[in-house]
């Protein structure tokens, strides 16, 4: 069975965006492949966040792994702090990763690029750690969402040369994007990538909003004055978001879709893809409010973190001693 390995990294509240491009396609896949997905707290202090706010987001974060449909029977799943070893090897891949690489992440170069951001040296290496997040476990795949194939390509490049120069040390991983979804954008600013980071309260649709605010802000989305459904990024962002968000969900081809659209009022367009988000996002509520207060969230955590521990420790020696980091 080959190995998937992915994670979000809770910073804030998670939203249809994480949804979309990551958790479903985590579900999907939780039946073919052994796949491991974890809490990338370590990633979530490269910018300041206060405790009582990042600890809430963790005991979210877990609480929608499951409530989406996560088994843990069926993946791991852990918090990446609890696995010592992720942190250990991230330093090493530091050592053979050179800034100009890292000067061109462009995440890092968005984030650098607003004045108000105060910028670590966490922020600059992030994509280290999430090589060494990656490599730990000679992962095949990861899924992830367009903005991060970037940080997948810089772990190919670390670990082809690392394997170079120290003989076969990591699997060489692939990214995975979902065909539909791999970017859902702001429904304010349907320009912009809808994320967590933004603050954009209008443009964003947080998978804990109640239904009235969803269809609040659906139907308040920026479109255009073209008055016919056609899928067009380019020309007509806002109204192409909508497909997307609905093939996504509906599993549809965004072809079929626009043609199920074809002809009709941009309103009662708009109400349809309401009633679908609603009606995925209920049920997922319901279960995360049964589950938020439980210690088996506490449980969950702890048995996953037990199965990878050893895993990722063994991977971490084997590297040091590669590097010559232990005596012989
Ligand atoms: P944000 O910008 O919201 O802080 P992020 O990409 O920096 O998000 P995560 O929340 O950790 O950080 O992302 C988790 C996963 O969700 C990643 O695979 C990412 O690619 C995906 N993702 C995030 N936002 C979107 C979006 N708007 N559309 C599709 N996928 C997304
Ligand atoms: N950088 C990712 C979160 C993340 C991740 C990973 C994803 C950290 N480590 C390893 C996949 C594999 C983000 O910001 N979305």
Redesign the pocket.
């Known amino acids: 069975m080959k190995t998937m390995i992915?994670?979000?990294?809770?910073?804030?509240q998670?939203?249809l965006?994480?949804y979309?491009?990551?958790i479903r396609e985590f579900v999907k896949y939780q039946q073919d492949y052994h796949i491991l997905i974890f809490i990338?707290n370590l990633?979530c202090i490269t910018l300041p966040i206060e405790q009582e706010e990042l600890r809430e987001n963790l005991r979210d974060c877990i609480a929608f792994y499951l409530a989406c449909g996560l088994d843990p029977e069926q993946a791991t799943l852990f918090l990446q702090s609890d696995v010592k070893a992720h942190a250990q090897l991230g330093w090493i891949l530091n050592c053979f990763t050179y800034t100009g690489e890292l000067n061109r992440m462009t995440?890092y170069k968005d984030k650098v690029k607003d004045k108000n951001n105060l910028i670590t040296g966490g922020l600059y290496t992030y994509p280290t750690l999430m090589a060494a997040d990656i490599l730990l476990y000679d992962a095949d795949y990861v899924?992830?969402?367009?903005?991060?194939k970037q940080h997948v390509e810089l772990t190919r490049d670390i670990a082809q040369r690392m394997n170079n120069r120290f003989g076969e040390l990591f699997k060489v991983p692939d990214p995975l994007i979902p065909k539909v979804?791999?970017?859902?954008?702001s429904l304010s600013n349907p320009e912009k990538?809808?994320?967590?980071?933004?603050h954009d309260l209008k443009g964003t649709i947080y998978l804990k909003d109640d239904p009235a605010s969803i269809r609040k802000k659906i139907m308040s989305a920026k479109t255009d004055t073209l008055g016919a459904v056609h899928y067009d990024p380019e020309n007509q962002p806002g109204i192409s978001n909508l497909l997307t968000i609905y093939a996504a969900l509906a599993d549809k081809s965004l072809k079929e879709t626009e043609e199920q659209f074809s002809g009709m009022q941009y309103g009662e367009f708009k109400k349809q893809v309401a009633d679908c988000v609603v009606s995925t996002l209920e049920p997922i509520q319901k279960r995360y409010d049964a589950i938020i207060h439980s210690s088996y969230l506490h449980d969950v955590l702890q048995h996953g973190a037990q199965k990878v521990n050893q895993r990722a420790l063994d991977k971490l020696n084997r590297v040091q001693s590669a590097v010559g980091l232990a005596l012989e």
């Open positions: 992915s994670g979000i990294k809770p910073s804030g998670l939203h965006g994480s979309i491009g990551a990338a990633h995440q899924p992830v969402g367009e903005d991060q979804g791999a970017r859902i954008m990538k809808m994320s967590k980071s933004e």
